[in-house]
């Protein structure tokens, strides 16, 4: 295949098998045509053309499928309504679950080594995993030996009250050790300390 050949392949498929035929033998005559310096000329001017003539020719069946759509949609505007409801409903869920992949599977942790952290939970018949206690946690870390750093932290809610409503907030009761354990410094102030 031809540098040309390939050239054509920016054109449309339509295009290129209607016309196709008859532009390669006219762009074959011109090179024979010309000489020297010329061929050099020839080429750049082909390039150009054909670059324009294609972005025109793809803007030209663009407009011609927008207009087919448009007059469709109007003639049956319950598929259409349908069609971009389905379309909707199916590009958001798309986009919803790599959201979620992005954010669980893809990018990592936003700490120091998350490839090194680890979350132990107490199992027991009948049950999958159970936080630790504050007793089993201590002997947990006075015996461990394969970890460099050992914090315990749980969620709780607590009701704020004294304003004219009181609200409701999430939050987590840790261990001093945690924020260290995570690599993690406080933006304002200090960390916590055993005595806090």
Same mark, same amino acid.
Request: hydrophobic letters at 45%; proline letters at 6%; charged letters at 20%.
């Given at each position: 295949?031809?540098?040309?050949?390939?050239?054509?392949?920016?054109?449309?498929?339509?295009?290129?098998?209607?016309?196709?035929?008859?532009?390669?033998?006219?762009?074959?005559?011109?090179?024979?045509?010309?000489?020297?310096?010329?061929? %050099?000329?020839?080429? *750049? #001017?082909?390039?150009?053309?054909?670059?324009?003539? &294609? $972005?025109?020719?793809?803007? /030209?069946? !663009?407009?011609?499928?927008?207009?087919?759509?448009?007059?469709?949609?109007?003639?049956?505007?319950?598929?259409?309504?349908?069609?971009?409801?389905?379309?909707?409903?199916?590009?958001?869920?798309?986009?919803?679950?790599?959201?979620?992949?992005?954010?669980?599977?893809?990018?990592?942790?936003?700490?120091?080594?998350?490839?090194?952290?680890?979350?132990?939970?107490?199992?027991?018949?009948?049950? %999958?995993?159970?936080? *630790? #206690?504050?007793?089993?946690?201590?002997?947990?870390? &006075? $015996?461990?030996?394969?970890? /460099?750093? !050992?914090?315990?932290?749980?969620?709780?809610?607590?009701?704020?009250?004294?304003?004219?409503?009181?609200?409701?907030?999430?939050?987590?009761?840790?261990?001093?050790?945690?924020?260290?354990?995570?690599?993690?410094?406080?933006?304002?102030?200090?960390?916590?300390?055993?005595?806090?």
């Amino acid at each position: 295949m031809t540098f040309y050949d390939w050239l054509l392949r920016l054109y449309p498929a339509s295009f290129r098998n209607e016309y196709g035929d008859e532009m390669r033998p006219l762009f074959a005559r011109r090179l024979q045509q010309a000489s020297g310096a010329a061929v %050099a000329a020839v080429w *750049l #001017s082909t390039i150009g053309e054909v670059i324009v003539n &294609a $972005a025109g020719a793809h803007v /030209d069946i !663009l407009k011609q499928d927008l207009s087919y759509t448009v007059r469709s949609a109007r003639r049956a505007p319950g598929f259409a309504i349908t069609a971009i409801l389905l379309l909707t409903l199916g590009i958001g869920a798309t986009t919803a679950a790599f959201s979620v992949t992005d954010f669980v599977l893809i990018r990592p942790l936003p700490f120091r080594e998350p490839d090194r952290l680890v979350m132990l939970l107490e199992t027991t018949p009948g049950y %999958a995993g159970m936080e *630790l #206690s504050a007793p089993n946690y201590r002997d947990w870390k &006075a $015996a461990a030996t394969s970890f /460099d750093s !050992l914090a315990v932290y749980g969620t709780i809610a607590v009701t704020m009250t004294g304003g004219p409503e009181p609200r409701r907030l999430s939050g987590t009761a840790a261990s001093v050790d945690l924020l260290p354990t995570l690599g993690v410094t406080p933006i304002v102030g200090r960390s916590f300390t055993a005595d806090d």
